[in-house]
């Protein structure tokens, strides 16, 4: 996912002198072609995020587009001030591609595992935030954000997951994507949990139940209107997300549903990380399953819910 986002930065700076390739402390052969072909348009930093936060806000203020990359927990919790005050104070076209979100660092610990950052993003006025389910998704995701006007996090996942997206879907930052119909149930989730999801999905068929998935790639702005209607018209929802509970996609959604159809919020689960920082090391599908973040536990989830409806 990582490698076919930055491939396409470089493909768009080709055609557009005013895109800007700005690493921080990554690998010596990070987009080594861009490097040789367009040296004015690539820039290496040191480990020194805070500085490239504001110095890509400059250049967007004379009218580049800078993507920053670097680890997600990184560009966020270290940078928070300067995203916020440099960047989205300006509502400046600013990119971040933050590798690692989630638990795809977990054996480094939790210093570096990216749990919080959507929801300390999602307090932040004019930031948008995207998670993709997959690597085409990702390709489309970096097409459109060349002219997108607002401030955008781009969350990554590990790289070679499954690829469900299809290009028939279609892509639109701030719009959600049906990955399968609801009927009786529906699972709402973002980045690679949506593959999980559609796993639950075949399980619970084999029962019997149908169920459907809604991806949110884009958590802010959320695409309210298709949730509405969506979990208007099933029994069971479940949400589930790579990331704390509290402020994340599952926390969004309550609001949503709160301000709109307080009636209906009976119907939602929710499935994510615990508020509380990671006590074991591991792989990122070791600690997803420590916590239950799994097809088989969001199938049974939802048929719990299903059975309580």
């Known amino acids: 996912m990582r490698n076919t986002a930055l491939n396409e930065v470089f493909n768009l700076a080709k055609s557009n002198k ?62 928070y001030e300067q995203v916020l005050i440099d960047i989205c104070l300006h509502d400046l076209p600013v990119r971040l591609l933050a590798n690692g979100g989630g638990v795809v660092y977990a054996p480094l610990g939790p210093t570096h595992l990216a749990v919080e950052d959507i929801a300390i993003l999602r307090a932040i006025p004019n930031m948008s935030i995207v998670a993709p389910c997959d690597a085409d998704e990702m390709k489309r995701l970096i097409s459109e954000s060349e002219k997108y006007p607002h401030p955008l996090y781009i969350r990554f996942a590990k790289g070679g997951d499954k690829v469900i997206s299809q290009e028939s879907f279609g892509f639109s930052i701030g719009k959600g994507i049906v990955l399968k119909e609801p009927k009786e149930g529906l699972f709402i989730t973002t980045g690679v949990i949506s593959q999980k999801a559609m796993e639950a999905v075949k399980i619970l068929s084999k029962n019997g139940i149908d169920c459907g998935v809604l991806h949110l790639h884009t958590i802010k702005p959320l695409d309210t209107e298709l949730i509405l209607d969506l979990i208007s018209n099933v029994n069971a929802v479940v949400v589930a997300e790579e990331h704390i509970m509290n402020g994340g996609l599952s926390s969004a959604i309550l609001e949503v549903c709160s301000d709109n159809i307080p009636m209906e919020t009976h119907k939602i689960s929710r499935i994510g990380i615990p508020d509380k920082f990671s006590d074991k090391y591991g792989s990122q599908e070791e600690l997803l399953g420590y916590w239950g973040i799994t097809s088989t536990q969001l199938a049974f989830l939802m048929e719990k819910k299903l059975n309580e409806s």
Do not use: W
């Open 18 to 79: 005013s895109i800007l390739f700005i690493g921080s402390d990554l690998g010596a052969g990070t987009l080594k072609n861009m490097s040789i072909d367009l040296p004015d348009q690539f820039i290496m930093e040191g480990i020194s995020e805070q500085h490239i936060i504001g110095m890509a806000a400059g250049l967007a203020m004379e009218g580049f587009i800078p993507y920053v990359n670097s680890i997600a927990p990184f560009l966020t919790r270290r940078c």
